[in-house]
């Protein structure tokens, strides 16, 4: 009998996806549940997918690898989709489909299988990830074939004794991992309701927040985060205590309503704590250790690279092609920043660095200012010089 491997999260679109699998197209399936954060009891998970039909239930902890080699490189590069959303899931999906090959390649598989829907952007990010590193691999989605509304496919897991974390009175679709956490569904779907509080499980409302601000420092060498509060930890560690941190004084929430890739917007909330707090950092270090053109371009690289990661295109030869120059630009990006966690704001309070472009003797307006003021005159008048001769030949545009 053929083999397929389903991305199994344990929620109701893969846990119904198992038994759907096996009827629909009489294959064995194998569960593969990586954990990239947000993953509470993996043995638990891998219990559930035998009792539900799985012949094999597969568990990977690919936390390190997400941070260092998914993470960090969006970081490097301020990647924020429509300056708002930090991409949690986006940069997630190109590692899970690069494990579901390795898998299906180990297990000698002829198809994957995910439980994205078919109006969603992971199904782009599944497919077009399996499809470029392994192209003789079926790619199947059952939530997109099915044609079960969300009600139906919760009845279907209730029929066939399927246990699922989801109830028609609390209908909710989340995806978490380190980079964040991602809820829609429900009346959440009417993007004039304020989100209830229930939705949110990372980050607490303002008002029960602490009454005192809290510091933190955070240490960063070539634009990757080394150090909080003085003690050097790796980038696992480092996220979990920030989200921990940060979601206490409630930061990290976000209601977006956002353009998805297959053309219609969608009410999307996020809980980032330690992405907010990092990313705002990160771009507080830049600035200081940055030329003004770098910090120009950066931008535009940054906004490219946002839109490639969340558009599925991590595994092509542009995105690799603007790492390599995020990279570059990062060399410098080395220093120490002070951040202030208050009541659902996070804010730069502080910053320094050993190769910093700021400096005090020429910023001073007090005693020991060596700007020479008497070199401005000259400098204004050839840097204004086309300004002057285009409004003297044609005229101000004003007139």
């Known amino acids: 009998m053929d083999k397929v491997v389903l991305a199994y999260s344990g929620g109701l679109d893969t846990s119904a996806a198992i038994k759907w699998l096996a009827e629909k197209y009489n294959m064995d399936v194998i569960a593969l549940t990586v954990d990239i954060g947000g993953v509470s009891d993996l043995p638990a998970i891998q219990q559930k997918a035998l009792k539900i039909g799985a012949v094999k239930a597969l568990t990977v902890d690919a936390r390190e690898t997400f941070v260092n080699s998914f993470i960090f490189p969006a970081l490097k590069a301020n990647a924020i989709y429509e300056g708002q959303y930090p991409l949690a899931t986006a940069l997630g999906r190109p590692l899970i489909a690069k494990l579901l090959v390795e898998v299906a390649r180990k297990e000698k598989a002829v198809a994957v299988a ?42 279907y897991a209730e029929r066939h004794g399927i246990p699922v974390p989801v109830k028609a009175t609390s209908p909710y679709s989340i995806d978490e991992n380190l980079w964040g956490r991602s809820i829609e569904c429900g009346v959440l779907e009417d993007p004039w309701v304020e989100p209830p509080e229930e939705v949110f499980a990372w980050t607490r409302s303002p008002s029960a927040c602490p009454d005192q601000p809290e510091y933190i420092e955070i240490g960063f060498v070539s634009g990757v985060p080394v150090s909080l509060n003085g003690e050097e930890m790796d980038g696992v560690t480092l996220i979990q205590k920030l989200n921990e941190l940060a979601g206490k004084h409630g930061v990290g929430r976000i209601d977006h ?26 771009q507080s270090l830049e600035a200081m250790t940055l030329t003004k053109d770098q910090l120009r371009f950066n931008q535009k690289v940054s906004c490219e690279y946002a839109d490639m990661v969340y558009n599925g295109l991590w595994f092509t030869a ?48 007090d005693k020991g200012d060596i700007f020479d003021q008497s070199a401005s005159p000259g400098f204004i008048h050839v840097w204004g010089l086309p300004v002057r001769i285009q409004a003297k030949v044609q005229g101000s545009p004003e007139q």
């Open 318 to 365: 542009l995105r690799h092609d603007l790492a390599a120059y995020v990279d570059s630009a990062q060399r410098n990006v080395t220093g120490t920043v002070r951040m202030r966690l208050f009541k659902g704001n996070c804010m730069v309070v502080g910053r320094k660095s050993p190769v910093s472009l700021y400096d005090y003797s020429l910023a001073t307006y």
């Open 114 to 155: 995910h439980g994205s829907t078919g109006k969603g952007n992971d199904q782009v990010r599944f497919d077009v990830s399996v499809a470029t590193l392994a192209p003789e691999l079926k790619v199947i989605a059952p939530a997109r074939e099915w044609g079960m509304t969300r009600e139906e496919t919760i009845a």
């Open 257 to 282: 309503v956002e353009s998805r890739l297959v053309g219609i917007k969608s009410r999307e909330i996020y809980e980032a704590p330690a992405a907010t707090v990092l990313l705002k950092a990160h």
